[in-house]
């Protein structure tokens, strides 16, 4: 279950609703921008996720470049990430990203790719490896922009998840608004309601990140946005190095009838399922401030609930 309006659904909930210092609107590394457009206005950001164990997503980019935070209320979570620059096992993006050919479900990817997975821990650029953590009730889970993530339930679960725009991804965020406008989501079905239209979206923002930020800061992020992104570029570079998508790439078209098919011969090997012991949880970096160069990474945050 992901329910976006549960604050429309059951108010009360809303009353109880407040982001971890870190993340408020008023943080000193201008969190969650978005918020400058309205509630009405905004893209979709925050959702009431419950779930069995077992269940959860599959591997996923956040949309719009946004970061996030999750927020374990009941239950633990298993997460695994994997670096922007590197494609989890199964799992094939064009070029652009507006097409993406994954896994139908974590089971399947878990039985499929996980001795793949492990090879990839063992790889011997560090930064390349994925990272993992469970997430415990009160814990917090920060997810950087651009990274691919999937999460298991390793109980049954209820979380909430947050999405924004701060300064450290300020930059990617409006050349993405800018660029892609065909695959910015979350205001489509809301037009009407009030949400700003993808066409208009960056226009809008921009307008409201002058008053915000000043003339100066806003073209500096501007300027910013307008430089290559070297790291999306080489993606394609790295989907061909990995052993486990070849033999996908050489059918040139990325349709689900070939990953069917590259399942199937994936499912002629031996199953290899996932350990049960407690993964290392990533170690911490904080975001960049004003727009310089940082790299994100996840990391936990822990609350008392």
Request: glycine share 4%; proline share 9%.
């Amino acid at each position: 279950l992901f329910e976006r309006d549960f604050a429309t659904i059951a108010p009360e909930l809303q009353e109880d609703y407040s982001p971890p210092a870190y993340f408020s609107p008023n943080a000193s590394h201008g969190s969650d921008l978005f918020s400058l457009l309205g509630n009405q206005s905004r893209p979709d950001y925050r959702w009431l996720i419950a779930g069995p164990a077992r269940s959860g997503s599959i591997f996923h980019i956040d949309p719009n470049q946004t970061n996030a935070w999750n927020v374990s209320i009941r239950g633990r979570k298993k997460w695994i990430f994997y670096p922007p620059d590197v494609s989890p096992p199964g799992v094939v993006s064009s070029p652009d990203g507006a097409d993406v050919a994954v896994p139908i479900s974590t089971g399947e990817w878990l039985l499929s790719f996980w001795k793949y997975h492990l090879e990839a821990r063992q790889h011997p650029d560090p930064t390349k490896r994925p990272l993992e953590a469970i997430l415990q009730p009160g814990d917090v889970m920060f997810v950087p922009h651009n990274y691919w993530h999937m999460v298991v339930n390793l109980d049954p679960c209820i979380a909430l998840t947050h999405n924004y725009v701060s300064t450290s991804n300020l930059s990617n965020c409006l050349r993405f608004l800018r660029d892609k406008k065909d695959q910015i989501s979350g205001v489509r079905d809301r037009v009407l309601e009030g949400a700003v239209p993808p066409e208009q979206l960056y226009e809008v923002f921009v307008e409201k990140l002058r008053i915000h930020l000043g003339e100066e800061k806003i073209q500096k992020y501007i300027t910013n946005s307008m430089k290559p992104r070297i790291e999306s570029c080489d993606r394609q570079r790295k989907i061909l190095m990995n052993p486990n998508e070849r033999i996908l790439l050489r059918n040139v078209k990325r349709t689900r009838k070939n990953v069917r098919n590259i399942r199937k011969e994936y499912r002629k090997h031996e199953a290899c399922r996932p350990p049960t012991e407690t993964i290392a949880t990533p170690s911490s970096e904080q975001e960049s401030h004003e727009g310089k160069a940082a790299v994100s990474i996840p990391f936990v945050f822990q609350f008392q609930l």
